[in-house]
């Protein structure tokens, strides 16, 4: 089974409004913030005031000054600052429920792959007396090759070398029988299968250039085509018996079968759970992705399926789990690219609470990576806030200056910067207080410009100002 299960992580997802404002964290924090308030965020009893905001921004090298933007520092304020005040206070953020909800992707991951190979392996699992059905009956092919290559271009010397060379070679493959592989090894020129002796794979018919298909598929078990040429140059062609390439063919016919089984699984769940995007999804959510901060509370359904819905701030959870290419690419993709990215990871969800619904959990190795990848974040993020020593009673300096002092240092340039993981952050928010406050992060906005306005004012003449991509 341990070829099927890497297959199946290559199933993984990859290989595509009027957003309501951004009021986060605890109900009794917000109400605590007037509309001129001086505080920009709150993280349990510490408070990120106006003037800090719009100073660290305002000093910064190349922060743009826009509302989105500065709005996004104050979150890294309040991640750093939870976390921050966890380490001090002695809170164990190695434990297991920890571990597990911090790394939410690669535990969904996980019990995802294993049901998945329990609910579709069987259908993929083929007897001897099924493998060599499959292999008479011709469906799907595997062929090897010796190939000798002529460029585009190349001249009508090159092409006749080429095609002498493998005349001068037909003879012998053709008699070769089980050791054309050898022949193939030191003749072909073609890097993708010389070195597994010509073997091209388990395919159905249409896979090849036509020519080198017509000839192909004449030949039956044992069989070697006479040179034949196509665009890549001059092939030698061999059709193996199943007594040789048996196991080989085996894990493509099952890969195959995999494949469709999965295909035709998830085909019948959208039919049954009746999954459908809103008419309006692709605009919402192409706008949620201009500014996906305050997309994280949007309520908006942008699909519904039997049993539930799924709202944008769905959708932006999991994009916190999903490669950052897919989020920068949401706001280009067509109707259809989008709708069929929803149509995926709603699948996905209901696939991984099905899996919670069956019982599935991850064996110990598995809980050994996770919580070792767990664990190296932790010591990361402690590491670049300089709080190492709180974790052994030995420290010096606040949370809170440990981790202005760090953001300015990123913000100078001086320092890399290293986020606080999504759902690691999002677990420090479950458990505290804490809130972003919109008007006290536009008052930052207004006082970081004029921080900057007034950098610029002192440049040498002749140096360009620092715009910060948001000037006015």
Known sequence: MKEKGQGMRRLRLVGVVTVLPLLL???????????????????????????????????????PLEPAMISRLARVWTDYMLFAQAITAGENLRDSATALAAMWPLVSQLKWERFHEQAVSQAAEFSPAQLDSAYQAGDVRLFQHILFQVPANSTTEVDAQKKRQADQVWPRARAAGARFGRLARQYSEDPGSRVQ????????????????????????PGEVSPVIKSPFGYHIIRRPPLAEVSDTFRTGVEERALFLADSLYIDSLTT?????????????????????????????TVVKYRGGSFKVRDVVRWLSALDPS?????????????????????????????ADSAGITLSPDEMAMVRAQHDSVITIVATVLDLNGAMTGDSTGSPRA???????????????????????????????????????????????????????????????????????
């Open 402 to 472: 440990k981790v202005e002092d760090y953001l300015e240092r990123v913000l100078s340039g001086r320092a890399r910067f290293y986020p606080l993981p999504s759902f690691l952050g999002e677990t420090l928010r479950d458990r505290a207080e804490w809130a972003i406050n919109p008007a006290g992060v536009r008052r930052a906005v207004e006082r970081a410009r004029e921080i900057r306005a007034v950098s610029d004012s002192l440049r040498p003449p002749g140096q360009a100002p620092d715009t910060g991509g948001g000037r006015r």
């Open 326 to 354: 897919v989020l920068q690419a949401l706001p280009q993709a067509s109707d259809e690219q989008v709708n069929q990215f929803l149509k995926a990871i709603v699948q996905r969800q209901l696939l991984i609470a099905q």
């Open 197 to 220: 002796g010509g073997m091209l794979g388990v395919f159905g018919r249409g896979q090849f250039v036509l020519a080198f298909e017509d000839a192909a598929w004449q030949l039956g």
């Open 272 to 300: 049954r759970r009746k999954i459908a995007p809103a008419g309006n999804a692709p605009e919402i959510m192409r706008a949620a992705a201009q500014d996906i901060d305050a997309a994280r509370t949007s309520n908006r």
């Open 25 to 63: 964290g605890c109900g009794g924090l917000r109400d605590a913030f007037s509309p001129r308030a001086e505080v920009a965020a709150r993280a349990n009893d510490e408070q990120l005031s106006v003037e800090r905001l719009g100073v660290l921004a305002g000093t910064g090298k190349s922060v």
